[in-house]
């Protein structure tokens, strides 16, 4: 007959044991700082070309050409005309030969097929962007007074048939005209820009971990941290790689994955989280902030500057970083108890910390005179760091205040034999993490003197027992 085996199930105890473990194991909160809401692409615009409304009928069968000059680089997303009757109207946009002569066509021919009289008409074109410089509006009227014109400013026109294309290469040809036909393009600051959100970060010795950004549309998108100035971002003190972006998602970019590979010791205050965008989509989250919350600059899709010369603006974008706080002390042997002095009696100092990342990190031990006296490679657990030196390694070590500082294995300059006093000097330069100091008094650290007295004696005993046994072994007729 088989015998059953019985499975034995772990008593109340055990189990209660099992949680109190796992509950007892640490556990990161992440707080963010920035925009966590989402927005809208009802971005702010900005108008370029004849924005007034003309008293006078241009003649149909004509081909009109408004210039246009764009101060900024910006995304053009529609063309608004002035009609005095109703008609059918066709826009578009050139760009210029450097001589004022329109050049070659880059929007359109885009159709209104009924336009309302006495008022301006808008249409939407697919989103174009336009570095600064010259343009030219173009409107082509099947009805003279479908689009209107008043005297000043510089216009080019053609003898046009309304159902003949357009063409695709101007030239100087064009008849000139001290008119404008009433005629602009809208466009908002998007590709071409890079633009800050203001954020307030509350805790000191952050450690940032990522930044989020909500995009709209697909693209692609650079991200960055920069400190402040007083109104405005300062210095960059961390940047993204470009990043594909999905719609209607938060993207998550690392710190680990920018540069540098770590961003830490962060103190409270006020820091700009920045993007840049790298098409005529819709892609950035935007809100209506107050003035002095947004920042931008004309930027080339790129590395962002190292320093940040900027227009202070009320725009405030999604964009929020992510980071945990560095907890990092001196302990007992438990690495729960707090030891601030070491003597004879604790001669190995514990340390212990939180919110680090789940990398390998460089800890080093500074004394009293700000030499390094040892150091080890340690990788943090659950963000958990441990590390330990005993105080009697190095006899020579001085006693007073000591610093155990930590850094990421790569990514910086090492610690190696650099002071104390260089490192917290340069701090983003190393890479520092953490820093905590504690007393270690003399009766931890044994005396250089005894030391090597006692390795003397005992040389001298050996030799004395040498010497003895040649004796012997001569008296003996051995040797």
């Given amino acids: 007959m088989t015998k059953l085996r019985c499975l034995r199930v772990p008593s109340a105890a055990l189990v209660i044991l099992i949680l109190a473990v796992l509950l007892a194991a640490p556990v990161l909160a992440a707080t963010t700082f920035g925009l966590t809401s989402t927005g809208s692409t009802s971005y702010p615009t900005s108008n370029f070309g004849s924005t007034s409304a003309g008293s006078s009928n241009d003649v149909a069968g004509h081909l009109y050409f408004t210039k246009a000059t764009l101060s900024a680089p910006g995304t053009v997303t529609s063309i608004s005309f002035y009609s005095r009757v109703s008609g059918k109207v066709k826009v578009g946009i050139y760009d210029d030969t450097g001589s004022d002569y329109p050049n070659n066509l880059l929007v359109g021919p885009v159709e209104k097929t009924g336009s309302t009289a006495m008022a301006w008409n808008t249409v939407t074109i697919t989103a174009t962007y336009l570095t600064a410089g010259t343009y030219w509006l173009a409107v082509d009227a099947d009805t003279a007074g479908a ?41 908002a600051g998007i590709e071409g820009y890079a633009k800050a959100t203001k954020a307030t970060l509350a805790d000191n010795n952050a450690n940032i971990t990522s930044v989020s950004f909500y995009s709209h549309a697909t693209g692609n998108a650079r991200l960055a941290i920069y400190s402040d100035s007083g109104s405005a971002p300062s210095s960059k003190l961390w940047e993204s790689n470009s990043t594909a972006v999905s719609a209607t998602a938060w993207k ?23 993007w840049q965008w790298d098409s005529a989509t819709s892609g950035p989250s935007y809100t209506l902030g107050s003035s002095g919350d947004g920042s931008y600059i004309t930027q080339a899709y790129g590395s962002f500057p190292s320093s940040w010369g900027s227009t202070s603006s009320s725009e405030k974008w999604s964009i929020y970083a992510t980071y945990t706080t560095i907890n990092w002390n001196s302990y007992e042997s438990d690495y729960s108890t707090p030891r601030e002095t070491y003597d004879s009696g604790n001669s190995t100092v514990y340390m212990s910390g939180t919110g680090f990342q789940d990398i390998s990190h460089f800890v080093a031990y500074y004394d009293d005179g700000g030499a390094n006296r040892g150091s080890e490679t340690k990788t943090a657990s659950s963000g958990t760091l441990h590390s330990a ?6 006899p020579t070590a001085a006693a007073g205040t000591w610093h155990t500082l930590v850094q990421p294995s790569t990514g910086y300059d090492a610690f190696g034999g650099h002071t104390y006093a260089e490192i917290t000097a340069a701090p983003t330069t190393y890479g520092l993490m953490a820093n905590d100091s504690y007393t270690v008094e003399a009766s931890a650290i044994p005396e250089f003197p005894t030391a090597f007295a006692a390795i003397g004696v005992a040389g001298l005993c050996f030799g004395i027992y040498w010497w003895m046994r040649k004796r012997v072994r001569r008296v003996q007729g051995v040797c």
């Fill in 147 to 187: 689009n209107a014109y008043y005297a000043g400013g510089l216009m080019k026109d053609k003898t046009h048939a309304y159902v003949t294309a357009w063409p695709t290469t101007c030239g100087a040809d064009y008849a000139s005209g001290a008119q404008q036909t009433s005629v602009y393009g809208t466009y």
């Fill in 252 to 274: 998550t970019i690392n710190i680990s994955e920018g540069t540098p590979s770590s961003l830490t010791l962060l103190q409270s205050g006020t820091y700009w989280l920045a």
């Fill in 389 to 394: 030196y005993l105080l009697t390694s190095d």
